[in-house]
């Protein structure tokens, strides 16, 4: 192999992990974005007398709640204005992916080395 051919094999390989580790970050950053999770319980008495109890899940950039949070709670989980916060558990700093599945993400680096070694 000529100098020239080692150069642009490398060369290639460079670009290739660049591109690697920048889409790693991008869906890191983007679409694997961990948020402080929390769990909502609230309960209602409906005109008919009947009480029913909801639970939500939530994420936010900052790890505090405030009155906004516990509206926003209260209306992605569809119960009344009237109804009453029960519970508001902290889960945990995580992707959606994580919360649905339990399992723990590994750091885009990780991955990053990963992918450039094949998987291994």
Same mark, same amino acid.
């Given at each position: #192999?000529? !100098? +020239?051919?080692?150069?642009?094999?490398?060369?290639?390989?460079?670009?290739?992990?660049?591109?690697?580790? &920048?889409? $790693?970050?991008?869906?890191?950053?983007?679409? #694997?974005? !961990? +948020?402080?999770?929390?769990?909502?319980?609230?309960?209602?008495?409906?005109?008919?007398?009947?009480?029913? &109890?909801? $639970?939500?899940?939530?994420?936010?950039?900052?790890?505090?709640?405030?009155?906004?949070?516990?509206?926003?709670?209260?209306?992605?989980?569809?119960?009344?204005?009237?109804?009453?916060?029960?519970?508001?558990?902290?889960?945990?700093?995580?992707?959606?992916?994580?919360?649905?599945?339990?399992?723990?993400?590994?750091?885009?680096?990780?991955?990053?080395?990963?992918?450039?070694?094949?998987?291994?």
């Amino acid at each position: #192999m000529t !100098k +020239k051919t080692i150069t642009v094999i490398f060369s290639v390989l460079m670009l290739g992990l660049i591109f690697t580790l &920048t889409t $790693s970050f991008l869906l890191e950053r983007f679409f #694997m974005e !961990k +948020k402080h999770v929390y769990s909502f319980t609230f309960t209602y008495t409906d005109e008919t007398n009947t009480r029913t &109890t909801v $639970s939500t899940y939530m994420g936010y950039k900052y790890n505090f709640i405030s009155i906004p949070q516990i509206e926003d709670a209260k209306k992605y989980a569809g119960v009344s204005d009237k109804a009453v916060l029960l519970s508001c558990c902290y889960l945990g700093y995580m992707t959606k992916n994580e919360v649905k599945t339990g399992n723990r993400e590994p750091h885009f680096l990780t991955r990053c080395v990963r992918s450039v070694s094949g998987g291994l």
